[in-house]
């Protein structure tokens, strides 16, 4: 029944792309997609939170922040940047920063991509002509509001970076968890944001990919106008940080201001592009109400509130695996715990069913028809061909690893599981609630 | 969860902007300006923006009308560009049609569509949809309800009979009812424990009242939940679940010679019936504008929300409020956030908001700020919103904030689930099925006096109400010190506590 279903090779998700370098090392991916006249831009810089020196966690993403505060020609504030794109039609604009990399999208009208270029060859120019203390202060003071809103006051918000610190102990570069410590943000000089965007901000560590309704031939001469006359940076000093494994369990129990109890496991798992199998096995796991860990513990079981598990894709010391589950009203931390545990076991002593492999892969291969509908913005085209040129230097990756993932083998996943889902290599949390609410969720 | 630092706080998708590039003439502090090693050389064509080419026009899709044997009207837009096709089942009842102390039943009727049919149980619903790589889904509104499901257009129509039979023939088997009811009493729980959830919905009961549907969550409260039968659950999906209720759209790979048979196969079999009587909710606040506390012991931030009854979608002002909510609060460079976020570093982003439908729905400023600041921010919050009613727009920020509306319409139809949802919406509020197509020309025309007036006449900021979810025992003295009416306590489900001093405390 399966066979029958499946859709031809021919239209598999696929995105056609041009790639070449500029004589200063900037790569530019370029890709035609006329179906709306608009193009997204999307610059990837090769620097995260993997690059932040001791004593200054939170500083890749607070750097970020500061792209936004204007340069040389665009003199102003984060009003004065995001007025000019929003003025000219810009969509799905924003910046982000990963462990990695950081990454700044914006997605023009048609007729307007030279002044994204101009924007974006300006910051990476000349961004310290108009940076100062004034400004580094405000938005040092945003980011500490940003880890107060989405970190300490949101339900298990701080066991989420706890897990990392775990997993990453200091003074690994992700024990920081991307937005930092208020401390090391506070630490944050002004002579640091000069060398890390001297270090780190230069076109050889960078890649742009525009994707859209443009003809190659009228943008390259722009790229070249706007990017080329950018000097090379110094070479950027290496990732030496080394990933240690775990050689036992370790556990924590922290308390929250929430109802439910949350158990969260998690482990260090694949580098990108490491191993095409472990898409499909958290998918099996946890991808839609047909998984195994949504049959088993919220449908059969009802111990469990909620499920999920998680790859991270881009991480070059080790994705974190994380599996969680949100402990129903009634039942105990332990016993969804011991749940959690058999399943994980249940994928390394028997390979995966033919049908739950190819549900997986079949429902992978629509979620990215889905991603690829957008130009840019969040996961959209731009993106996926940066995260395969800086992943495996070649965007044509995206269609080599769809290929790998399509073709994976029930053995296979059985073998991902084994390699890194060890009860010796995983950090368990568990949430409890602080104290007894007696307002809502309580027996019944 | 894959968890992304940004820039930009992710609340809503308007944006648009004052202040112009040039006036900035302070010279940057410190000693070292240049950038590279060698620095970048400077040239001429970098000192202006580059102007635009000519303007690409957007003309927004505009579905075709189609309609079923039985009735029920499909709007159909044809996209071959990829081979997925969304197709999104809209119904012109949600939360308004529920009964007094039965909150979150339109929700709980949706989500446990996919929980059971007459011939299918809810794991092989789901292994089907996955199966066929398609994705279901359904969401509750204030007013409508929506059932969608997006298929590869070559599996559309085995994804179609699982959908019809999903959406029209629910079971509701008491075993089922049952575990969602648990798993939406954790929903509950878990949204009580969210500071922003908690303002938003607390707001909304301060200002609809208690006798109001739109006074609680759309999930309901612990104890209408608790209320809620298998019987309760039939009998709204059978009253407001009809042809004649209803509309379906379909936006991608296919075209009405291959969809409409298909229809007609899987929907064609849809009786109608008559519409049941039910009196008009009614709203009801108190007369004395108070602020409510709701405490959060230990916060590091204050959830903020002001609001009050906004309007309809249908209000023959919708345009003007929506330039002047952007100029508010609607966009990154708003008033609002250029004033708590860009000057005064208290938060990561505050926002506004008119949440319309057929009715007024509401209108809400917030954000979360630094709770040592609570009182400041609130009174900027104030300030803004008395400055925004006295009418005062400089002809720059008219021309962004329209400029901003425009040009988030073809963002609406970027994927066909995207486009499906924005047409299911403009049908569920009223909208006429030109919406889309002259909304940029409607936005285009809104003048600056036709912002002032609208300003003055919808927001009433000394009648608003104020939630403020933070720690009580920190906040309160210079909540109370800033004489905007007594301090009131709640918990986070809306329900007053006993009389406490300003001083809040537990």
């Known amino acids: 029944m399966l066979a029958a279903i499946l859709i031809a090779a021919a239209s598999l998700p696929q995105i056609p792309f041009e790639k070449y370098q500029l004589p200063n090392g900037l790569t530019v991916i370029l890709s035609e997609d006329h179906r709306a006249p608009v193009i997204g831009v999307d610059l990837w810089y090769h620097v995260g939170a993997v690059n932040e020196r001791k004593g200054r966690s939170g500083f890749a993403h607070l750097f970020e922040h500061l792209m936004f505060q204007g340069s040389k020609h665009l003199n102003g504030d984060e009003r004065t940047v995001f007025a000019m794109l929003d003025r000219n039609g810009a969509t799905n604009l924003n910046g982000t920063t990963d462990w990695d990399r950081t990454n700044y999208f914006e997605t023009?009208?048609?007729?307007?991509?030279?002044?994204?270029?101009?924007?974006?060859?300006?910051?990476?120019?000349?961004?310290?002509?108009?940076?100062?203390?004034?400004?580094?202060?405000?938005?040092?003071?945003?980011?500490?509001?940003?880890?107060?809103?989405?970190?300490?006051?949101?339900?298990?918000?701080?066991?989420?970076?706890?897990?990392?610190?775990?997993?990453?102990?200091?003074?690994?570069?992700?024990?920081?968890?991307?937005?930092?410590?208020?401390?090391?943000?506070?630490?944050?000089?002004?002579?640091?944001?000069?060398?890390?965007?001297?270090?780190?901000?230069?076109?050889?560590?960078?890649?742009?990919?525009?994707?859209?309704?443009?003809?190659?031939?009228?943008?390259?001469?722009?790229?070249?106008?706007?990017?080329?006359?950018?000097?090379?940076?110094?070479?950027?000093?290496?990732?030496?940080?080394?990933?240690?494994?775990?050689?036992?369990?370790?556990?924590?129990?922290?308390?929250?201001?929430?109802?439910?109890?949350?158990?969260?496991?998690?482990?260090?798992?694949?580098?990108?592009?490491?191993?095409?199998?472990?898409?499909?096995?958290?998918?099996?796991?946890?991808?839609?109400k047909s998984s195994r860990l949504y049959h088993d513990l919220v449908y059969e079981k009802k111990i469990a509130q909620d499920v999920s598990a998680n790859w991270d894709p881009s991480m070059q010391l080790g994705g974190i695996v994380e599996i969680t589950a949100t402990v129903q009203v009634g039942h105990t931390p332990e016993e969804v715990e011991a749940a959690l545990t058999e399943e994980v076991r249940r994928l390394w002593e028997a390979p995966a069913t033919v049908e739950e492999l190819e549900r997986a892969k079949r429902n992978l291969e629509s979620g990215l028809f889905a991603q690829l509908e957008n130009v840019g913005g969040f996961g959209g085209k731009a993106d996926q061909l940066n995260y395969y040129q800086m992943w495996a230097r070649d965007p044509g990756a995206f269609t080599k690893n769809l290929d790998a993932t399509l073709a994976v083998t029930p053995a296979q996943v059985q073998a991902v599981a084994r390699q890194y889902l060890n009860d010796e290599q995983r950090v368990v949390i568990t949430v409890l609630p602080e104290q007894k609410q007696a307002s809502a969720g309580g027996g019944r | 969860m894959k968890r992304l630092w940004t820039v930009m706080v992710m609340v809503s998708c308007a944006s648009a902007s004052p202040k112009p590039e040039a006036q900035q003439t302070q010279a940057p502090a410190g000693d070292a300006t240049s950038a590279k090693p060698q620095g970048t050389p400077d040239a001429a064509f970098r000192g202006q923006p580059p102007s635009p080419g000519t303007p690409v026009e957007f003309h927004a899709p505009v579905p075709a009308q189609l309609a079923l044997k039985n009735g029920l009207p499909v709007f159909l837009i044809e996209r071959h560009d990829v081979p997925l096709v969304a197709v999104s089942l809209a119904v012109r009842s949600g939360a308004d049609t529920e009964p007094a102390g039965k909150a979150?039943?339109?929700?709980?009727?949706?989500?446990?569509?996919?929980?059971?049919?007459?011939?299918?149980?809810?794991?092989?619903?789901?292994?089907?949809?996955?199966?066929?790589?398609?994705?279901?889904?359904?969401?509750?509104?204030?007013?409508?309800?929506?059932?969608?499901?997006?298929?590869?257009?070559?599996?559309?129509?085995?994804?179609?009979?699982?959908?019809?039979?999903?959406?029209?023939?629910?079971?509701?088997?008491?075993?089922?009812?049952?575990?969602?009811?648990?798993?939406?009493?954790?929903?509950?729980?878990?949204?009580?424990?969210?500071?922003?959830?908690?303002?938003?919905?607390?707001?909304?009961?301060?200002?609809?009242?208690?006798?109001?549907?739109?006074?609680?969550?759309?999930?309901?409260?612990?104890?209408?939940?608790?209320?809620?039968?298998?019987?309760?659950?039939?009998?709204?999906?059978?009253?407001?679940?009809r042809p004649s209720n209803a509309a379906l759209f379909v936006v991608g790979d296919t075209d009405a010679a291959t969809l409409l048979p298909l229809l007609e196969k899987r929907l064609g079999g849809w009786k109608d019936g008559p519409f049941p009587k039910i009196p008009a909710p009614t709203r009801s606040r108190k007369a004395v504008r108070v602020i409510t506390m709701v405490d959060k012991p230990d916060a590091p931030q204050s959830q903020i929300w002001i609001g009050e009854v906004g309007i309809a979608s249908t209000a023959p002002d919708i345009f003007p409020v929506r330039v002047m909510n952007n100029i508010l609060g609607g966009s990154f460079n708003s008033r609002l956030n250029g004033n708590l976020r860009t000057e005064h570093a208290w938060s990561y982003g505050v926002f506004s908001f008119y949440d319309t439908h057929r009715e007024a729905g509401p209108f809400a400023a917030a954000g979360g700020v630094i709770s040592e600041k609570t009182a400041e921010a609130l009174s900027e919050f104030m300030k803004e919103l008395a400055r925004m009613k006295s009418g005062e727009v400089s002809e720059e920020e008219l021309q962004d904030a329209k400029e901003g509306l425009i040009r988030t319409i073809p963002a609406l139809f970027a994927s066909n689930e995207q486009a499906a949802g924005a047409y299911a919406r403009a049908w569920s509020h009223a909208l006429p099925l030109d919406y889309y197509a002259t909304y940029q020309q409607r936005v285009g025309a809104v003048t600056k006096d036709e912002v002032a007036k609208a300003a003055r006449e919808r927001l009433h900021p000394d009648q608003m109400a104020i939630v403020v979810v933070g720690p009580s025992r920190q906040i309160a003295p210079g909540l109370a010190a800033l004489k905007l009416g007594p301090i009131e306590l709640r918990d986070a489900e809306g329900e007053a506590r006993k009389a406490v001093s300003a001083a809040g405390g537990h």
């Open chain 1, 108 to 288: 023009m009208p048609a007729d307007r991509l030279e002044l994204a270029l101009w924007l974006e060859s300006d910051r990476m120019g000349f961004l310290l002509d108009t940076l100062d203390q004034k400004k580094l202060d405000t938005q040092r003071e945003v980011v500490r509001n940003e880890r107060r809103q989405t970190t300490e006051n949101v339900p298990y918000g701080r066991a989420e970076e706890r897990l990392v610190q775990l997993l990453y102990p200091d003074p690994h570069p992700y024990f920081g968890y991307v937005i930092g410590s208020h401390q090391d943000l506070m630490a944050a000089s002004l002579g640091d944001v000069q060398d890390f965007f001297r270090t780190y901000y230069a076109p050889d560590n960078a890649s742009i990919a525009i994707v859209g309704d443009f003809r190659p031939a009228d943008v390259k001469p722009l790229v070249e106008k706007y990017f080329g006359p950018i000097p090379r940076g110094p070479q950027a000093p290496p990732v030496t940080a080394k990933t240690q494994p775990h050689t036992g369990e370790v556990r924590e129990t922290l308390r929250d201001q929430v109802q439910l109890a949350k158990v969260l496991i998690g482990y260090i798992g694949p580098k990108p592009l490491e191993n095409p199998a472990i898409g499909p096995l958290v998918r099996i796991l946890a991808g839609g």
């Open chain 2, 104 to 241: 979150g039943l339109s929700s709980l009727a949706l989500d446990l569509l996919d929980e059971g049919t007459q011939s299918r149980d809810a794991a092989s619903i789901a292994r089907g949809f996955e199966d066929l790589g398609a994705r279901y889904g359904t969401s509750a509104d204030a007013d409508a309800s929506r059932v969608t499901v997006t298929a590869l257009s070559d599996t559309l129509d085995p994804a179609l009979e699982i959908f019809a039979d999903v959406a029209l023939n629910p079971a509701f088997r008491e075993a089922d009812v049952q575990r969602v009811r648990v798993e939406r009493l954790g929903q509950i729980a878990q949204a009580l424990d969210d500071p922003s959830s908690v303002g938003q919905h607390v707001l909304s009961r301060v200002i609809f009242g208690e006798q109001h549907p739109w006074g609680y969550p759309g999930d309901g409260t612990v104890k209408s939940v608790k209320s809620i039968s298998r019987k309760d659950v039939a009998a709204w999906h059978k009253a407001w679940f």
